[in-house]
């Protein structure tokens, strides 16, 4: 009877191992999620693709951010050079040897790139038609398109999207704090997240100064602001005038910082780039401002596309014309 309690307690101890190990996650996976969730999500507001899709891609192709070619080209989702392709670019061993890759100055410029190159590829097209928040369908449809010659890509994607809980950013609002202990801070604003491996929560800091992760909206490098800092902060991180900053974001003196704003660090374009992003309904407690921002255009000139006087507030539904 000893002997038997004995196997049952060894059983017991392996499986709360295996247990435990598995809500251990990797921790090279989730510092790259912590690092560019903020670019996945702003790519998703500007071109409708799930961010739990371009992260688990991100992951996928660049073995999360560690591989030969993420490390010699800044490509992180394994686009080849194809025909159209007239910028930089290195070779390296693929589905035959010595194919060539398209090489990028940043990392940001190959997330731009990877959602350009699906949007402007007719193969791709049908994926559009889809929910961002399917990101099964999307997984789906990738591999059907070709994206990649794994037979399981589909299924690795949600694998990935499931594991680390990657969905969540494709649903706005809050979202949870990875750390690799596979904890979670539940119900972080967006404004308030910033990667890094032990997912820590920017209140305030008083003891030191957090550097922001750019992003490209409307093909603008702007930041997500984080709470307590100020355009005196961001002017000294980026060594961007402050005035300048006040120019490019058309901020008034008065104008009172609260984080979580998009912030560009230069001057913004007169109206949106993308033809098929034409308007914008506007919902409650949601102003010109931010409008404006949100897609990457100047106040004025949005103004002045829709007849829009300093003086008239913008009604709930109001349909705004942004090119």
């Given amino acids: 009877m000893f002997r038997y309690k004995g196997i049952v307690a060894f059983m017991l101890l392996v499986i709360m191992t ?39 891609q991100g992951l996928l192709e660049s073995a999360a951010g560690r591989s030969n070619l993420a490390a010699a080209s800044n ?6 050079c194809h025909t ?38 007719k193969r791709y097209s049908s ?34 999207i499931e594991t680390y809980n990657l969905d969540q950013f494709d649903r706005g609002g809050s979202y949870s704090v990875l750390s690799s202990s596979g904890n979670k801070k539940k119900n972080v604003s967006a404004a308030q997240a910033i990667g890094g491996a032990a997912g820590i929560l920017v209140l305030r800091n008083l003891l030191g100064y957090v550097p922001h992760n750019s992003i490209l909206i409307n093909g603008r490098e702007c930041v997500r602001l984080n709470p307590g800092t100020t355009l ?13 900053l006040r120019h490019f974001n058309e901020l008034s003196r008065d104008f009172e910082l609260m984080g979580g704003e998009i912030i560009f660090l230069e001057k913004k374009k007169a109206r949106v780039s993308r033809k098929d992003l034409r308007t914008h309904q506007v919902v409650e407690d949601e102003s010109l401002w931010q409008i404006a921002q949100q897609h990457g255009v100047r106040l004025k000139p949005l103004m002045r596309r829709n007849n829009i006087s300093g003086n008239n507030p913008i009604m709930v539904g109001t349909v705004l014309r942004l090119r």
């Fill in 18 to 56: 295996v247990y435990a190990e598995s809500q251990t996650l990797n921790a090279n996976y989730v510092n790259y999620i912590n690092n560019y969730k903020d670019v996945a999500i702003a790519q998703m507001n500007q071109y409708k693709i799930p961010a739990s899709i371009t992260l688990a």
């Fill in 75 to 80: 490509n992180h989702f394994g686009i080849k």
């Fill in 84 to 121: 159209t392709w007239t910028g930089a670019r290195v070779y390296a061993d693929d589905d035959v040897a010595g194919e060539c890759f398209r090489k990028y100055n940043t990392v940001l410029e190959s997330y731009n790139d990877h959602s350009l190159f699906l949007l402007e590829n």
């Fill in 127 to 160: 994926l559009f038609n889809l929910s961002t928040t399917d990101y099964k369908g999307w997984a789906k449809g990738l591999k059907a398109a070709g994206y990649a010659t794994a037979p399981k890509y589909a299924e690795q994607l949600i694998n990935l």
């Fill in 232 to 244: 005196r902060m961001l002017s000294k991180e980026y060594g961007i005038p402050k005035l300048n």
